[in-house]
Nanobody
Framework: QVQLVESGGGLVQAGGSLRLSCAAS????????MGWYRQAPGKQRELAAT???????NYADSVKGRFTISRNNAKNTVYLEMNSLKPEDTAVYYC???????????????WGQGTQVTVSS
């Protein structure tokens, strides 16, 4: 089995900062791209940022210059540093990772359970 567990969400005032973490554990052989997605109330889930195993990053236009994604491959962990937060950043943030499982060597996307980020004005 594979699990992704997020942490670091919470309530913050506009202009503030938060750091999200997501740790993958279980029967893992390799991890390729990891990323953060978010879903605001009444809206579809959307990409916030992704990072490949080699460190190439991609950001949604709405978060460029404010959010930074990084990862620690030795710890199977991905981070999202969020600065200059705005009320429109309020959402449930989900971690996703493309993982090859041990023994069976099959690849699949895995999701975390989500962590709430609320930005007050």
């Amino acid at each position: 089995q594979v699990q992704l567990v997020e942490s670091g969400g919470g309530l913050v005032q506009a202009g503030g900062s938060l750091r999200l973490s997501c740790a993958a554990s279980g029967s893992i052989s390799r991890i390729n791209t990891m990323g953060w997605y978010r879903q605001a109330p009444g809206k579809q889930r959307e990409l916030a940022a992704t990072i490949t195993s080699g460190g190439t990053t991609n950001y949604a236009d709405s978060v460029k210059g404010r959010f930074t994604i990084s990862r620690n491959n030795a710890k199977n962990t991905v981070y999202l540093e969020m600065n200059s937060l705005k009320p429109e950043d309020t959402a449930v943030y989900y971690c996703k990772a493309y993982i090859q499982r041990s023994l069976v060597y099959s690849w699949a996307d895995y999701w975390g359970q989500g962590t709430q980020v609320t930005v007050s004005s």
